[in-house]
């Protein structure tokens, strides 16, 4: 916080000292999201060093003119790269604290590491489900914030040591309100055993609340940091949102809100870009994993004190170039000895080669039945004795696997979640109802291994027939053994949600890590394998009607 204290109060003298021939000043606002623990750069990702050269150049830029850089994550900082998920998101704190960070909204994988220590979920009574979260939250010189993030024991927002709903900053002399918020989902596409005893409120309720307490307290800019999201694709005009869907999360809020209340919001959740306009709110989200960062410059009045206009960039790719507004691109030296150390301790264990040799890619796509899909399903299978396997490939994986001698390091960038793979049983009519929920969920459907299914429409009314590898129907009246990791099983995407007994299932704790169970898989197959091996276009699993008629709907 001594860091960030400093550069507000350099800006602050610089704009005093400064006479530019205009009477305005800049603050640029600054944001990524979504970082998921990538601190260096990797293919089209810059990494947080990346990010470190842009962000000293615009300090630059703002230094000389009396302006100001505030700096804001929008959620989901360290979970996704072996570099920090060693450290438990340590590394990236630390990486955030150099930079200069002036706060950082809580993301539903915030939540993943859990109690402090190996143990991804509490094991015993003792363990706190939050230690990790409260653990880096303690370490940041910068709050973490979650305005609608509800204790349940107290009825009132969590009360955890530097989490707050809300903060004011002081830039070249204007005061900003900085509010964070997590997307209403956040809960199902956490670990549950690690959210037990919470609740997300409506986002709009939540920012309205705390702006208005902002402005009363005299901010004249109101800044949101919100881990939910929306997409859009064109970035020329941002006044211009033909290319947006608006039904999405972000936009529905931005449009709930009061007018002239909020004038940013920093976006994400969703992976997508936005650099837009929505009820008089201006609107950034720039992808994940630091492919990119998101910038508006909040121009206002000497003598007024007012804001009078903005500059929205499109999301930014962070490939470095020489030079970014005429100031060189010079990655800071700090942030390259954290994240050199980081990688260091990680070297070893992402080199280890796992002894199969991948004769083509496995490409991560949105089609769940994919040759890097099929191949996960299909080790959870054989790792374990189930009757079929069951896993959600969009966003439960998140790398494709590289051609070439396959090194642990992939496959922990493909499956970098401490999830343990579990087995719960289902009446056939249970499993009948999952499957027919599924069959519309488009590309967030699950992909299994273990059983090819039919799903037809006679009209409105829709019929599921399930058949295992055997070729033997399932019946409403057997029972099935399924295998999955423990994120399904605690209700993660809700996907079990009409099937769930009260109470929960009971979790056989005794499986390894779903990852693990994927390495020793492909070490006892050994040799080589290629991409064409685990397609299943001539004998698909999920047989559907294409288009399936949104009316078409299973009676139980």
Known sequence: MTRILIILLLTSWLASCSTPDSGEVVITLMGTNDVHGQLLAAGDRGGL???????????????????????IDAGDM?????????????????????????????????????????????VTSADDPRGALKQRAREADFPFLAANLVDLATGELVAWDNVQPSIMVEAAGVKIGIIGVMTENALTTAIAANTIGLRVTPLAGAITREARALREAGATIVVVAAHAGGQCTEFGDPTDTSSCNLHEEIFRVANALPEGLVDH?????????????????????????TVAFSRVDMIMDRSTGTLVGKTIFPPTKTEIAALYEGVELIPDPELIAIASNAASSAAAIKQEKIGIYLETPFVLTENPESALGNLYTDALLASVDADIAMHLINGGLRADLPAGDLTFGSIYEMSPFDNR????????????????????????????????????????????DMKLLSGREIQDTDTVSVALVDYLALGGDRVLASVTPDGGFVLNTDYPLARDAVVAWLRARGGSINASDFLTEDDPKWRLPNPLDSECRFVH
């Open 49 to 71: 060093t990346a990010i470190s050269a842009f962000v000293n150049a615009v300090r630059v830029l703002r230094n000389a003119d009396g302006g100001a850089v505030l700096l």
């Open 78 to 122: 360290w979970q996704g790269t072996l570099e920090s998920n060693l450290s438990e998101g340590a590394s990236v704190v630390e990486a955030y604290n150099a930079l200069g960070y002036v706060a950082a909204a809580i993301g539903n994988h915030e939540f993943d590491f859990g109690p402090v220590g190996p143990a991804p979920i509490p």
């Open 265 to 289: 919001i920093f976006a994400g959740h969703v992976h997508q870009g936005i650099a837009h306009t929505v009820n008089g709110i201006s609107i950034t989200s720039s992808y994940s994993r």
């Open 421 to 464: 793979i579990t087995i719960i049983e289902l009446t056939g009519a249970e499993l009948r109802q999952v499957i027919a929920e599924q069959a519309h969920r488009g590309e967030r459907r699950v992909n299994f291994s273990g059983m090819h299914v039919l799903v037809e429409c006679a009209g409105t009314a829709m019929s599921v």
